[in-house]
């Protein structure tokens, strides 16, 4: 039969010598391992207590920004969703009424926003996509949960906090 790979190993079937039969030199080769290793330093990290720095490129949790007044940047344009591989995002426009211009900075929003976490990917396309500089993955790390829809993110969810709501607190 032709051979899928050069990987092959032929396996040494000759009867073991004395040395071999009592094992006595392997359990010594194999205490020096550990001994070696035994001086170097830990590469282990007792998690949570010590956390390991992040990369510069990591991306964590979705938020969807607010202006520097404090109204939604979302204008529910679907580039983000368009974006998407993994068509994780969904949304709903509607139309701002008069009145509303301190809530949201154009004529179009997001009623409804949402992010399914079970399906990104965290490649970041959204946060590219987006025109309005309205969605970024920040440096949070998904939370775990036990149910799933605990994963569909809404746009309560992902809208960070008015900074001018905060301020008259
Ligand atoms: S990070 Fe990628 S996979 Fe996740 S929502 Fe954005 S575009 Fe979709
Ligand atoms: S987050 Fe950006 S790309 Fe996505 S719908 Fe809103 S404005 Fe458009």
Redesign the pocket.
């Known amino acids: 039969m032709q051979k899928l790979t050069n990987k092959a190993v032929q396996i040494n079937r000759s009867p073991m010598t004395l040395g071999e039969r009592v094992y006595l030199p392997s359990i010594a080769k194999g205490l020096s391992i550990t001994l070696g290793h035994i001086f170097k330093k830990s590469v282990t990290t007792s998690y949570p207590e010590e956390k390991r720095p992040f990369s510069p490129v990591f ?1 964590g949790l ?1 938020i969807l920004n607010r202006d520097e007044v404090g109204a939604e940047r979302c204008t529910a344009c679907g580039l ?1 969703a368009l ?7 969904t949304m709903e426009a509607a139309e701002r009424k008069p009145g509303e211009e301190h809530l949201y900075r154009e004529e179009k929003y997001a009623a409804r926003y949402e ?1 399914n ?1 079970l ?9 590219e ?1 987006c025109p309005k500089d309205a ?1 970024y ?1 920040s440096e949070t790390i998904m939370p775990a949960s036990y149910t799933r829809q605990s994963f569909i993110y809404k746009k309560e969810d992902l809208l960070i906090p008015n900074p001018k709501t905060k301020e008259s607190k």
């Open positions: 991306r979705h983000c974006a998407c591989p993994a068509e994780a995002i992010i976490m399906r990104c990917i965290f490649c970041g396309y959204c946060e996509a969605v993955l």
